[in-house]
């Protein structure tokens, strides 16, 4: 069964910084799309980022683009988010998820078919 494992969350003040891992278990990592989401309780999950693995085609919500960077080490089966410039509304709790092989599963959440359990990140202001 494929796992999905996500750390690095934390609290930290805005402008500040956090690196985000999910780890991938029981997959052939490079047939997968992988994404990014965040969810605030009480609304919807939203994607965030996500990145073919075979090809490394990325993809970024508008509202992070330029702050956040996807990026994969192929040989740890692991993505990671870079989130820069953290803001107050960055405050959520943060998932990867896996798409079904050879989905290309963009930002859109049902595409989605493993997610992990989250880490939350929270932004002081």
């Known amino acids: 069964e494929v796992q999905l494992v996500e750390s690095g969350g934390g609290l930290v003040q805005a402008g500040g910084s956090l690196r985000l891992s999910c780890v991938a278990s029981?997959?052939?990592?490079?047939?997968?799309?992988i994404g990014w989401f965040r969810q605030v309780p009480g609304k919807e999950r939203e994607g965030v980022s996500s990145?073919?693995?075979?090809?490394?085609?990325?993809d970024y919500a508008d509202s992070v683009k330029g702050r956040f960077t996807i990026s994969t080490d192929n040989a740890k089966n692991t993505v990671y988010l870079q989130i820069n410039n953290l803001r107050p509304e960055g405050t959520a709790d943060y998932y990867c998820?896996?798409?079904?092989?050879?989905?290309?599963?963009?930002?859109?959440?049902?595409?989605?078919?493993?997610w992990g359990q989250g880490t939350q990140v929270t932004v002081s202001s």
């Open positions: 029981e997959i052939t990592f490079d047939e997968y799309t």
């Open positions: 998820a896996v798409s079904l092989p050879f989905v290309v599963g963009g930002l859109i959440t049902h595409l989605y078919t493993y």
């Open positions: 990145i073919s693995i075979n090809d490394g085609s990325t």
